[in-house]
C-alpha cells in the first residue's frame, strides 16, 4: 500500500487538502491515520474515493 499525506493525495485526486479535510469532517470519508508526528496518511483507496465523491 503507498502511503501519502494530504498534499499528495490532493494533487492525485484533483482537489486541495481543504476539500479533504471537508470531507473527512462529514463522514463522506475515513479518519485518516496518523503519523508519529500527526500527519495525515492516505492510501490508494483514499484517492478512488475522492474521485467517486468528486
Given at each position: 500500500?503507498?502511503?501519502?499525506t494530504?498534499?499528495?493525495?490532493?494533487?492525485a485526486?484533483?482537489?486541495?487538502?481543504?476539500?479533504?479535510?471537508?470531507h473527512?469532517?462529514?463522514g463522506?470519508?475515513?479518519?485518516?491515520?496518523?503519523?508519529?508526528?500527526?500527519?495525515?496518511?492516505?492510501?490508494?483507496?483514499?484517492?478512488?474515493?475522492?474521485?467517486?465523491?468528486?
Open positions: 500500500m503507498t502511503t501519502r494530504i498534499g499528495e493525495l490532493a494533487d485526486a484533483g482537489v486541495t487538502a481543504k476539500t479533504i479535510r471537508f473527512e469532517e462529514k463522506m470519508l475515513p479518519p485518516a491515520r496518523r503519523s508519529g508526528s500527526g500527519y495525515r496518511l492516505y492510501g490508494d483507496a483514499d484517492i478512488r474515493r475522492l474521485r467517486l465523491i468528486r
